[in-house]
């Protein structure tokens, strides 16, 4: 086998369900020491990190990836077993193959290459992994950033490499993402017999009225590089179970999706506007995690993205902000360039999730090519 299907393959058989990293870090550290990179592991609470670098100088490029992957589920719907990297008729089977253990194989391989080519290159690469994106990720590269600003380590330029492309690599990257805004709403009634409703007060009925005026709400109308900012219901929650009792209360789990047209404080006092406009009696818990970001039109690392694909991969690249959201967002904010690329993101998270293994031996050359035309 090639390295970089070698290495994904070592790294699927790691069982590294979120938070679990499973030795998959304890493997690449040990690998790139060897090719002379300097690694130093930052665990918080439960979750583990790796920083690995090459060089001492700016500007500092960095690639950014995740080790822990999300639950296989029931491992009889797999016509493989999820942890045994089977390949099919030229494709790589197993959790993770996408999401992203191809990636972070084809990262390392394509960092052994550069350091061995150019020992000497201008800069500073770097190689960033945690094992809680897939989770909360509350201890992974949010709390790395926040050691970084504490401790002046800078990043000028970030490719994050998560599934990006729609059919085949390179035909398109995320050079942005919406910000996510998410709240647990509580809208509080009073509990009584629903042959007498005048005695007590339904969260139901009270919310719906505010509920149809939130859904039909035009937040904004976007912009050039976002789509309009959206607005979701995602789970609702009242009653007692019985069929004769009005609930005393009534729980909602609500998300923004917002693009730079709008800000995180706009969308909260406008929800909460429309939900005193209605005279819902309520609180609410609001977390924000993430901010939106662009990597601006004509930026170098942009540039360099959008020109590898289209030599390497032979197709101009859509550029996108679409899609959910990556660690790149924690990132952003140190004034860093983000860029997404990585491999076709048809199958992630889904039961016999895979790559073509043509693809994936592709991707170490992007990455290589990245690491040549911004450091050398």
Not at 57 to 69: I, R
Not at 87 to 109: F, H, N, Q, T
Not at 336 to 359: F, M, R, W
């Amino acid at each position: 086998m090639s390295d970089v299907l070698d290495l994904t393959c070592d790294l699927i058989r790691r069982r590294s369900v979120t938070p679990e990293d499973a030795g998959c870090l304890d493997a690449i550290s040990a690998r790139l020491e060897v090719a002379g990179f300097r690694a130093e592991r930052l665990r918080f609470v439960d979750v583990d990190n790796l920083w690995i670098t090459h060089g001492s100088s700016g500007p500092v490029l960095a690639f950014l990836g995740h080790t822990d992957v999300v639950p296989p589920g029931p491992e009889s719907d797999w016509a493989t077993p999820p942890f045994e990297p089977t390949i099919r008729d030229g494709v790589l089977y197993g959790r993770g193959a996408a999401d992203m253990k191809g990636s972070v194989a084809a990262m390392v391989i394509a960092l052994e290459r550069f350091v061995r080519a150019h020992p000497d290159h201008a800069g500073t690469v770097g190689l960033l992994l945690t094992s809680d994106e897939e989770g909360v990720a509350l201890h992974g590269v949010r709390q790395v950033v926040e050691h970084f600003e504490a401790t002046g380590q800078r990043i000028d330029a970030c490719v994050v490499g998560e599934p990006s492309a729609k059919a085949r690599l390179g035909d398109l990257i995320r050079v942005g993402r919406r910000g996510s805004l998410s709240g647990t709403l509580n809208v509080r009634g009073i509990q009584g017999h629903v042959a007498y409703p005048e005695k007590a007060r339904n969260p139901i009925h009270a919310f719906a009225p505010a509920l149809a005026a939130l859904a039909a709400e035009r937040w904004d109308e976007g912009n050039a590089d976002f789509p309009p900012t959206s607005f979701q219901v995602s789970n609702i929650n009242s009653g007692t179970g019985a069929n004769n009792v009005i609930p005393g209360d009534l729980v909602a789990l609500i998300n923004f999706r917002f693009s730079t047209a709008s800000t995180a404080d706009e969308l909260r006092e406008r929800c909460e506007a429309i939900l005193r406009k209605y005279d819902v009696d309520f609180s609410i818990d609001w977390h924000l995690s993430g901010h939106p970001f662009l990597a601006t039109p004509g930026g170098k690392l942009r540039e360099v993205v959008v020109s590898v694909c289209r030599d390497l991969c032979g197709i101009d690249p859509e550029q996108s902000t679409g899609g959910g959201t990556s660690d790149g967002r924690f990132i952003a904010p140190m004034g860093a360039e983000v860029i997404e690329l990585g491999p076709v993101n048809a199958t992630i998270h889904k039961v016999d999730e895979s790559v073509a293994v043509d693809q994936l031996e592709r991707l170490p050359d992007l990455y290589e090519a990245i690491c040549e035309r911004m450091l050398r």
